[in-house]
Every structure is written in C-alpha cells, then in structure tokens.
C-alpha cells in the first residue's frame, strides 16, 4: 500500500495528470526526478545566536501519480506514485474519528490559495453534520472545525492535538468564497474505509435498491407528494421487481399511474433522497431489508366516484450490488 495519496475527488475530477510534490530533507537520496534548486524552510525564530539554521533544508522532488479509483459519492479519490524511494516517503499517523467531541482542538494543513504548508488551529465546532458530494448525495458525520479552511485545503489532513489524522478537508460554507469560521472534513473513519476499498478494487460496490427513483422536490410540486420518495422505475430483473414494487406507469388510455411511495426501510422513516441513500448505505449487497411504501389504491365511494387512497405495505427486497451486470446493462 505504499505510495498511495488519498485526497478529494473534486480536487483531481477535471484533472488529465497529477502530479505529486513531496519534501525530503537534503542529503536523503532521491532519484532523477527531483527539482532543483532545493530550499531551506526557515521558522521565526528558529536561527541560532550564531546565525546558523536549526532546521535542514528539504528538497521538494515532483513524482507522476495515477488515478487508482475515485468515490464522487464521498467525494474521495487515491493516486499512487510509483516511482519514490520508500525513505522519502513518511505515512501520516491515522487516529479515529469516532468519539470527537465538540471544543477540542483541531489543525488544518493544506495550501490555501497555493500558499503551500499552512497550518491554521481551531476546534471542533460540531459533529455529526452533512454537506453534499460532488454528485449531490450527502456525506454524513461530517466534522465541522473553525480552523480556517480556504480554497487550496482541500484533501489536506485535519489533525487532533496529537498530530493524528482525525478528517480530511473538503468544504467550507462562506458567502465570499474564503474562510469563515466553518469548513468540514470528512472523518477519518470513513477515509480509511473508502480508501481502503478503492486501492484493494479500484472501485466502490455499493449496495442498492433497483429502483430509479424521481426527485422528492419535483415530486412534490407535480404530484402533491408530501411524504417519501416516487418510485419512477423498478429495474427489470432486479429482486425489487420480484419483490413486487412498483414504478411510475402509463396506461393504454394514456393516464400516467403513480407507482409507490417509500416511506421507510427497516422503520427508519424516509422523508427525501438523503435518508433512501444513508439508510441503504448501512447494508451489504444480498442483505434483505424492509422496504414500506405507500401504495395509491383507488376506491369507490358510497355514492360511486372514485378515490385515490394511500395504502401502506411492506416488502422484504434484496439489495443488488452497484456493480452488478444485469442492472447496469439494464440501466444504458
């Protein structure tokens, strides 16, 4: 596993290359592909009575890295460099992102506005938020800190007071555009997860429904839905199918019939896109879960005219893997 960079996917998304700068001190060895001249890297104060530097100098070499996998849905992403000499490379010590706790100290390193090896300090301002992917999915138990994150952060480590990684820049929420007071870093318990599954099979096998689903939002102002998500399509073939849930459909007479309406999986409540997402995600593929939807039934009243009711059902559906052959080439 050596060699691997994790950062944001957003960071390398439109990219064509990457490259990967990495400091060593002078004097370690390297290989070709180092730049010259090196620098020295000088903090206040940190100059002898004498004059003479305490810190060494440190070459910066510049390495070739390639894309191993991406996860838009975390908004994650690994390279890998192949070519640096192990001793050039120092892994950063991971902790747990579990059991943070509001007001203890947090660091921020990254390059804001390219102003390369910042560090800001802070605290964790709040735990347990959500912001969005890249893609629009939601990424949970997000870490807010008020170390100051700006544009240049991204993918840089949030570090605990120990120096262990504890999350890993990737947002901040400012009406300018620059730093604040609240930016978010995905927890390091999920970038261990992720990463790790991105450089054993280059990908994400996700568990999922089989269903298409249509915009809560769009749903509810076209159809006055006001609880739940519209099925728009279940997948041919898939065990949702088999299970008997039902998409959007229009009759020979032309009349669009609403499909149904999920308003639960395994009781947690599902009231928009977020919540299907976050509680599919808790499940392996083949896992059988309880799916309760709203069905549209229509029924006679006593004086004849029909009405629409909703009536509530539960079936147990089978998740399909995200990767799996037949939904995807259903899918195209």
Do not use: C, W
């Amino acid at each position: 596993m050596s060699g691997h960079i994790i950062t944001n996917f957003h960071v390398v998304q439109s990219a064509k290359s990457a490259q990967v700068a990495i400091l060593t001190p002078s004097g370690s060895g390297g290989n070709g592909n180092s730049v010259t001249p090196s620098y020295t890297s000088v903090r206040p104060g940190a100059l002898g009575s004498s004059g003479s530097t305490v810190l060494k100098d440190f070459t910066r070499s510049v390495y070739k890295a390639k894309v191993v996998g991406v996860d838009p849905t975390k908004d994650i992403a690994v390279l890998k460099v192949d070519d640096v000499p192990i001793r050039e490379l120092r892994p950063i010590e991971v902790g747990t992102s579990t059991g943070l706790r509001v007001g203890q100290g947090s660091l921020a390193i990254g390059n804001p506005f390219g102003l390369d090896h910042t560090l800001t300090t802070g605290v964790i301002s709040g735990i347990g938020r959500e912001v969005k992917s890249p893609i629009g999915r939601p990424i949970s138990n997000v870490i807010q800190t008020d170390a100051a994150i700006n544009p240049g952060n991204s993918g840089g480590p949030l570090l605990d007071s120990s120096g262990k990684m504890i999350g890993m820049a990737t947002a901040i929420f400012s009406p300018s555009g620059a730093s604040a007071g609240v930016g978010f870093a995905i927890p390091a318990d999920t970038v261990k997860s992720i990463a790790g599954m991105l450089i054993q099979n280059g990908q994400i096998i996700r568990p999922l429904l089989g269903v298409s689903i249509l915009d809560s939002k769009n749903a509810r102002q076209a159809l006055g839905i006001t609880k739940g998500i519209l099925i728009l399509e279940v997948k041919p073939g898939t065990p949702a199918a088999q299970a008997g849930l039902r998409g959007l459909k229009r009759t020979d007479s032309g009349i669009i019939e609403i499909g149904d309406i999920v308003i639960a999986i395994e009781g947690n409540p599902i009231e928009k896109e977020g919540d299907l997402f976050k509680a599919i995600e808790s499940f392996e593929p083949g896992d059988v879960v309880k799916v309760t939807v709203n069905r549209p039934d229509i029924e006679v009243d006593d004086d004849g005219s029909p009405q629409i009711k909703l009536k509530e059902i539960t079936f147990d559906v089978k998740l399909i893997a995200s990767d799996d052959s037949t939904f995807l080439k259903r899918d195209r």
